[in-house]
């Protein structure tokens, strides 16, 4: 079964730097969308991306995050200029023909800030 | 926001049924009534979606009440690898609002 595939597993950067999170969605699906999750907390929706522009994004996706998909393939979520809270597990999703969908998740990647 | 109240936590015995509650009793008519499920250490794993009728799939089984202010997650029968967190969700346009879900035990 075809799978959302999200590198790197782990990730460990100083405060202050930037950071990018990749994913590769599934094939064929046309809608994208990044949640973190806090540890302990519950999964918080970011952004969703579709035709190349967001099409929705929380209060939490403010202007010290982005989002790319540079290729066919890859589905990207960039930190500038991290701060300790930004630390948490972010999970990566996409879904084929409409956002009423089901979402398919890759197992995150989990961001740590020091 | 998130719109659904679920149990903290249900214990289960292994291959016994679970009825899992959900009650969302401000849904609006085109809120679709999405469940997923989070074991440890993974991201969030599809698991049925309805909006009116029931829904039977190979994992589970959807029932929602005639005035949809409330639905039941079906598992037929519990096995270990179904001790995850199950999250029940209204749909809102491009936003999936997870609460704090029902952690679910299955007692071997």
């Known amino acids: 079964e075809p799978e959302v595939t999200q590198t790197p597993s782990h990730q460990v950067t100083q405060m202050g730097q930037e950071v990018i999170l990749r994913c590769v969605p599934i094939?064929?699906?046309?809608?994208f969308y990044w949640y973190r999750q806090i540890l302990g907390q519950k999964v918080e929706f970011l952004v969703s991306f579709y035709n190349n522009e967001i099409s929705e994004k929380s209060e939490i996706f403010d202007d010290q995050f982005s989002v790319e998909r540079p290729d066919g393939s890859n589905f990207t979520l960039k930190i500038r200029s991290t701060k300790l809270e930004d630390s948490a597990m972010y999970f990566c999703?996409?879904?084929?023909?409409?956002?009423?969908?089901?979402?398919?998740f890759g197992d995150g990647t989990r961001l740590s800030i020091l | 926001d998130a719109k659904t109240t679920q149990p903290n936590s249900m214990e289960s015995n292994e291959e016994e049924p679970v009825h899992l509650p959900c009650n969302h009793s401000?849904?609006?008519?085109?809120?679709?009534i999405h469940w997923y499920r989070q074991l440890p250490s993974q991201g969030p794993e599809y698991v049925i979606h309805g909006l009116t009728s029931n829904v039977n799939n190979r994992m589970a089984s959807l029932a929602i009440a005639e005035d949809r202010k409330s639905s039941t997650l079906i598992l037929h029968r519990a096995t270990l690898r179904d001790a995850a967190v199950y999250y029940c969700i209204l749909r809102d346009a491009y936003q999936f609002y997870f609460g704090t879900g029902t952690s679910l035990t299955v007692i071997p």
């Open positions: 999703a996409s879904s084929d023909t409409g956002p009423y969908q089901p979402q398919h």
């Open positions: 094939s064929n699906h046309l809608y």
């Open positions: 401000t849904i609006s008519g085109t809120d679709y």
